[in-house]
């Protein structure tokens, strides 16, 4: 019913930007909070930078400052604009939206299939 899906991912050397985006489709009533995890071999899933449907947002200490989040309410999609990339920020990135699919029901966290992003030296 809710279909989460990324693009933007790439190779890059360290210094450039990246801008991923990530478009909600299917059949649903509203997406409300909306986030950006990463995840490297061998270690865990990480929050990157989230956004609540009233635009407040939240980062990772390693990224504030270089990444910026960001979101479009009525094309139901959320960015983030990845600058001054290092190559600690290899990893795949994973769209997250918290969606209520009728109007009366709660939501619930729907996720994308991921993004490659890789930053050499």
């Known amino acids: 019913q809710v279909q989460l899906v990324e693009s933007g991912g790439g190779l890059v050397q360290a210094g450039e930007s990246l801008l991923l985006s990530c478009a909600a489709s299917?059949?649903?009533?509203?997406?409300?909070?909306m986030g950006w995890f990463r995840q490297a071999p061998g270690r865990q899933r990480d929050l990157v930078a989230s956004?609540?449907?009233?635009?407040?947002?939240n980062y990772l200490d390693s990224v504030k400052g270089r990444f910026t989040v960001s979101r479009d309410n009525a094309k139901n999609m959320v960015f983030l604009q990845m600058n001054s990339l290092k190559p600690e920020d290899t990893a795949v990135y994973y769209c997250?939206?918290?969606?209520?699919?009728?109007?009366?029901?709660?939501?619930?966290?729907?996720w994308g299939q991921g993004t490659q992003v890789t930053v050499t030296t």
């Open positions: 997250k939206a918290e969606v209520a699919v009728k109007s009366n029901w709660g939501a619930s966290d729907y």
């Open positions: 299917g059949s649903f009533f509203r997406i409300n909070d």
């Open positions: 956004i609540t449907r009233g635009s407040i947002t």
